[in-house]
């Protein structure tokens, strides 16, 4: 039975949305309009469409979770978190509803970072234990964040999870909020539930990508999973202990503050009173974290660039470099804001401008930037100086980036079909 009316509930205007057979199930819409991408499993029917040169997830919902998933996610970005796009929720009368987002370009999904980088064809790699750790570490930021700014995820999996490279770390991306709650804070009792969701969840999906891939060695799934915990537990401590100071050792408030913000995350509110029953001079310290984002929002006030947390301090660190560099050999300081619009136009734009155009999909421009910033130091290594950037600019698109597959929309093979791996989260 089809739907007799419909109804849309949008953040912006997209034109495509009013053009859609939004009458008819997902699974009866003709399929020359979608396309197959490589995601993770769920238990709702999403199909991708394409939409110019935009592919967007349309995913099919009893209404009042589509409606809480559209709330929670449209606050999750307004608070700086990292989710998917969301677009709209389309609402239906006899059908369920149909959540709206965009595709995130450049993302990986789990799976894709166990199998050989560059697209080599041995499929039963040995699961590595680096590309577990960067998955831990990226997991446990994110459920940090969202824990700090008052979300309860409830599934956290990593088939609800989104990769994105970052400057040789992971970033995580939030996909599916289905479960989520938001409350003015999380109790410890909330925090302890979550990450026990969380490990049991990951540890099934590395037993599954075991399975699929055939693989018998590497990461134990279980041990892998509990790492989770330890790096939560301690970047909450860090982010939130009291420290005990002296009135004489003001620095160590600034040295707080900068360790908070080398993990990303910028200091709202610095707050110092003495300490009840101690001799007298000790002050206790308490640190008022915000949202992550200290290096992202310093690069994008500078020069424009938006970047995740790790490629803007590794482009902040280059922009320095470069400063330094110019300062030398001028001889004249160069204001910061100087430095970094010469940097921008004589480092940045022409390496990123070089990347060919049969190239752009392998990796976004800002992590080939990077990665070229890797092969120049590696060149000059061999090399026992400095070959420059041009150079290794050149090497790099020449003998490098050719040989990575593409990564801003990871297809599926008809293998994965086969399988049927192709859920999404």
């Given at each position: 039975m089809t739907a007799r009316s419909w109804r849309l509930l949008a953040r912006r205007s997209e034109p495509f949305l009013l053009t859609q057979p939004w009458t008819l199930p997902l699974e009866s819409w003709d399929q020359a309009s979608f396309v197959e991408v490589a995601r993770g499993t769920h238990r709702h029917v999403v199909r991708f469409l394409v939409v110019g040169d935009g592919i967007y997830a349309l995913k099919e919902l009893p209404g009042d979770i589509a409606r809480r998933e559209y709330r929670l996610l449209r606050e999750m970005a307004a608070d700086g978190l990292p989710v998917v796009d969301v677009i709209g929720v389309v609402q239906r009368d006899e059908l369920d509803d149909i959540l709206v987002t965009r595709y995130l370009d450049y993302s990986l999904p789990y799976r894709h970072l166990f199998l050989t980088r560059w697209g080599q064809e041995d499929r039963r790699r040995v699961l590595g234990r680096a590309v577990g750790e960067r998955l831990l570490d990226a997991l446990s930021l994110l459920m940090v964040r969202m824990h700090l700014a008052g979300y309860f995820w409830g599934d956290c999996s990593l088939n609800n999870t989104l990769l994105k490279r970052d400057a040789g770390a992971l970033a995580a991306y939030v996909v599916d909020m289905e479960t989520g709650e938001r409350h003015a804070s999380l109790s410890d009792g909330q925090r302890l539930v979550?990450?026990?969701?969380?490990?049991?969840?990951?540890?099934?999906?590395?037993?599954?990508?075991?399975?699929?891939?055939?693989?018998?060695?590497?990461?134990?799934?279980?041990?892998?999973?509990?790492?989770?915990?330890?790096?939560?537990?301690?970047?909450?401590?860090?982010?939130?202990?009291?420290?005990?100071?002296?009135?004489?050792?003001?620095?160590?408030?600034?040295?707080?503050?900068?360790?908070?913000?080398?993990?990303?995350?910028?200091?709202?509110?610095?707050?110092?009173?003495?300490?009840?029953?101690?001799?007298?001079?000790?002050?206790?310290?308490?640190?008022?974290?915000?949202?992550?984002?200290?290096?992202?929002?310093?690069?994008?006030?500078?020069?424009?660039?938006?970047?995740?947390?790790?490629?803007?301090?590794?482009?902040?660190?280059?922009?320095a470099s470069f400063r330094s560099w110019v300062e030398s050999t001028t001889g004249h300081q160069?204001?910061?804001?100087?430095?970094?619009?010469?940097?921008?136009?004589?480092?940045?734009?022409?390496?990123?401008?070089?990347?060919?155009?049969?190239?752009?999909?392998?990796?976004?421009?800002?992590?080939?930037?990077?990665?070229?910033?890797?092969?120049?130091?590696?060149?000059?290594?061999?090399?026992?100086?400095?070959?420059?950037?041009?150079?290794a600019v050149a090497s790099y698109l020449d003998t490098v980036l050719p040989e990575a597959p593409d990564e801003k929309v990871i297809a599926v093979s008809e293998e994965d079909l086969d399988t049927g791996f192709i859920g999404y989260g």
């Open positions: 979550d990450l026990e969701i969380a490990e049991t969840n990951i540890a099934g999906g590395l037993m599954d990508v075991q399975a699929e891939l055939g693989v018998e060695e590497g990461l134990d799934p279980l041990e892998t999973a509990e790492g989770l915990r330890t790096r939560y537990d301690a970047l909450w401590e860090e982010l939130n202990r009291d420290e005990v100071v002296g009135t004489d050792e003001r620095y160590l408030i600034d040295e707080r503050i900068r360790r908070l913000n080398d993990l990303g995350f910028h200091v709202d509110e610095v707050e110092v009173v003495p300490l009840e029953g101690s001799q007298r001079g000790k002050l206790r310290l308490r640190t008022s974290v915000t949202e992550q984002g200290h290096h992202s929002r310093r690069l994008t006030d500078l020069t424009g660039i938006r970047a995740q947390e790790g490629q803007a301090r590794a482009l902040l660190n280059d922009l160069l204001p910061t804001s100087a430095a970094a619009f010469r940097w921008l136009t004589e480092v940045f734009e022409p390496t990123v401008q070089a990347i060919p155009d049969t190239l752009q999909g392998k990796l976004e421009p800002v992590e080939v930037f990077i990665e070229i910033l890797r092969h120049k130091w590696i060149l000059s290594e061999e090399a026992g100086q400095d070959v420059g950037m041009e150079l």
